[in-house]
């Protein structure tokens, strides 16, 4: 019985499938979409006091409030030899405890109250962030307050802190693709630049606990700061606790640096990190990109989506990948930097390839500074970027965070309300210009990890220059 049911089943599904009409399927490439229509919403904007500006959305969804506290300090106020000074000192702040708070006592509290304090310090700016439950809210408030104002500085938590960092150094030069970023970074730009110093061994057991509270006193402390708030809050109720908070806090303007101007510390050619274990290379190469600010930062991202960072979309990818099957991975693009940021291309390939994998990126280079894009490769990019420039503004937060950030950098008021028809606007001819403007496939720095006696000798076939073996690094 049941299974002349099923066979009745059976039989009636694939009548109807049989009796439902074809059409004809479009090319999903082929397909015409509206523009997307949309203005990012500008967040509301107090200021505290003097030095303390507050940006805020609320957001009634959920009954949590996120908090970014954003300073003008990070890893570029180190001092010389004492590189690891700024995140020492912004993680200390929290591990460390505070003047009332002992470190287990604090994150004992924390953890009752269901929030979440971390923090991390960046190149040019560090953060802060607050999480929590609506309902306890000004308890963590009071946390976060004493972390900024009353830290501790524990010896033995200090201690713990430089064995964390001695131990990431001992272990960095562990992984090729991240040794590989981080001596090209060097080659392009020398080691005493802002954005390619690195720590050693040397520069943490340099650093002591005064060292941490003078960094603390001077690039921090009294400091003017900016609030990202989003969440579900009433400002009329938290309007006046940070107003307190903040009563003794000076706001004062943060030191400014006389940083060095980018300029190729290397000359072009092809350099070799020997490592006899790898069975696959690691390549890096590139050179000088643009500023931040540079007049095509918003229309370079056509140009790099066509490029190397569309995945599959990309003609590096296509080419080194889906054509050649030289590599599972690569990406290539022009970067933006505080002075100049790198034009970067990386690939992962077999020993074996590494001579034609070099040459296949080296030729797609030419290719996009010689002849004009496609139009489907155009109208491909603009639509992506369209898009995901709409998805950086999922949650309150992230509205709050890209408003500020581009407000740190010194971007331009409208760039965000602009952004999007500047993409739009972007043609064949344009993209041709930017690659011929950025793109400069005669003056690599090419930068190759992995076994020289299985790597040199196509090296040396490709007649770029002399090979140059360069030392791994100890730390």
């Known amino acids: 019985m049941k299974r002349g049911f099923k066979l009745f089943l059976l039989i009636l599904v694939v009548s109807i499938l049989v009796s439902i009409p074809s059409y004809p399927q479009k090319d999903p490439k082929k397909l015409k979409f509206q523009d997307l229509q949309f203005k990012p919403v500008k967040p509301d904007f107090l200021k505290i006091k003097k030095g303390v500006d507050l940006y805020y959305r609320v957001d009634r969804e959920n009954p949590v409030i996120d908090l970014i506290l954003i300073f003008k300090s990070g890893t570029i106020h180190d001092p010389k030899g004492k590189e690891g000074l700024a995140s020492i000192t912004f993680r200390l702040m929290k591990s460390g405890g505070t003047k009332t708070l002992a470190p287990e006592k604090l994150e004992e509290k924390l953890d009752y109250l269901g929030s979440s304090i971390t923090i991390s310090a960046g190149t040019e700016f560090s953060q802060i962030r607050l999480w929590s439950l609506k309902k306890n809210f000004e308890e963590t408030w009071k946390i976060l307050m004493d972390i900024i104002t ?39 730009y020398g080691k005493e630049f802002p954005e390619a110093r690195r720590t050693t061994s ?102 790099n989506f066509i490029y190397g960072t569309g995945g599959f979309n990309s003609r590096l990818m296509r080419e080194v990948r889906s054509h050649k ?43 996009i500074i010689k002849n004009p894009v496609t139009s489907e490769e155009l109208e ?48 064949g001819k344009k993209v041709l210009e930017m690659a011929k403007r950025t793109i400069h496939p005669n003056e690599l720095v090419i930068l190759v990890v992995g076994k020289r006696a299985e790597i040199e000798e196509q090296l040396k076939a490709l007649n770029l220059g002399e090979v140059k073996e360069l030392p791994l690094p100890k730390e």
């Open 150 to 188: 009353n830290p501790a500085f524990d010896k033995e938590r200090f201690d713990v802190e430089k064995k964390r960092e001695l131990e990431s150094i001992r272990r960095r030069w562990d992984n090729p693709m991240v040794t590989g970023r981080i001596l090209f970074s060097e080659l392009v």
């Open 202 to 303: 040397e520069s943490i057991n340099n650093i002591t606990l005064e060292d941490v509270k003078n960094f603390y006193e001077e690039n921090i402390k009294n400091l003017e700061l900016t609030i990202a708030l989003a969440g579900d809050f009433e400002l009329k109720k938290i309007l006046p606790m940070m107003k307190n908070s903040f009563k003794n806090w000076e706001g004062k303007s943060a030191k400014k640096l006389s940083l060095p101007k980018a300029s190729l510390a290397t000359r072009p050619g092809i350099y070799i990190i020997n490592k006899e274990d790898m069975t696959q290379a690691v390549i890096c190469m590139g050179h000088l990109g643009i500023n931040r600010l540079d007049p095509d930062n918003v229309e370079i991202n056509v140009l």
């Open 325 to 367: 099957g030289l590599a599972y991975s690569t990406y290539g693009m022009v970067g933006a930097g505080r002075d100049l940021g790198t034009f970067f291309n990386f690939c992962m390939t077999k020993n074996q390839s590494v001579g034609e994998a070099i040459s296949t990126m080296k030729e797609v280079m030419d290719d």
């Open 380 to 427: 491909t990019a603009k639509k992506y970027e369209q898009n995901s420039f709409v998805h950086r503004f999922d949650s309150a937060i992230a509205v709050l965070q890209e408003f500020i950030s581009l407000k740190l950098l010194g971007f331009p008021e409208n760039y965000l309300e602009t952004y999007i028809p500047r993409i739009l606007k972007v043609d």
